[in-house]
Structure formats: structure tokens, C-alpha cells
């Protein structure tokens, strides 16, 4: 991802979620990092460790799509199992306290006071 797709990510991230502080955690992807990254002020980032995959909260979601919605599972075509997937997704929006423990591990819930107070 080029740092003007993610400055423009971030942008519609920080409007869908204007009344809202949120926390970003990303990998060290040059994108992520460069000096001209625009980061709106209801925005910060999280910057993970190098070879930390056990700290990113996408693989803890993707661990239990893929326990859940996928795993043991014959799809027909691709279609099939991205119907999955977004039938998992969905139930995860819908369920914000799994969401919640799935991401909101005890360094992001310290960084998310500081930043709110």
C-alpha cells in the first residue's frame, strides 16, 4: 500500500468514527511509517513490534474465522467461502464484547487512556 492510499484510509476511518478515538494498531509497512502519512486527530497509531504476529490483534481475528466459519469446511468456490467469512465478520461486528476481547489486550487498553484523558 502506497502512503497516499493509507493517509486516505485513514481519512474515511476517521470520519465513519468522527465522535470516536480511535487506535490503529499496524506493522512497520513503510506506508505506516512514512513522514508524509496524514493522520487525523481522533487517530493514533500502534506500532508493532518487528516478527510480532502474536501482538496484532487481525491474526487473533483471523484465528477465529477461520475456527469458527472456515475450518473442517468444503466450499464449492471462492464465493462460497467469502460468504463465510463475511457471515463471520458480521457476527463479530454484531457481538462487540468478543470483538472487544479478542482486541483489546491490556497494552492497547493503557494506551487508550492516555489518549482519552
Not at 502506497?2 to 513503510?30: E, P, Y
Not at 512514512?34 to 481522533?42: A, T
Not at 493514533?44 to 504476529?53: D, K, N, R, T, V
Amino acid at each position: 500500500m502506497k502512503t497516499h492510499n493509507m493517509s486516505l484510509f485513514l481519512k474515511q476511518i476517521s470520519k465513519a468514527h468522527r465522535m470516536h478515538f480511535v487506535l490503529m494498531v499496524v506493522d512497520g509497512a513503510t506506508s505506516h511509517m512514512s513522514k508524509d502519512l496524514i493522520i487525523p486527530s481522533n487517530v493514533a497509531l500502534i506500532f508493532l513490534p518487528p516478527y510480532s504476529p502474536e501482538l496484532n490483534p487481525i491474526e487473533r481475528i483471523w484465528n477465529k474465522l477461520r475456527r469458527d466459519d472456515i475450518a473442517n469446511r468444503y466450499f464449492n468456490n471462492l464465493d462460497e467461502a467469502m460468504e463465510a467469512v463475511d457471515h463471520g465478520l458480521s457476527e463479530l461486528k454484531r457481538k462487540r464484547s468478543t470483538m472487544k476481547s479478542l482486541t483489546f489486550w491490556l497494552g492497547i487498553k493503557e494506551i487508550s487512556n492516555a489518549n482519552y484523558n
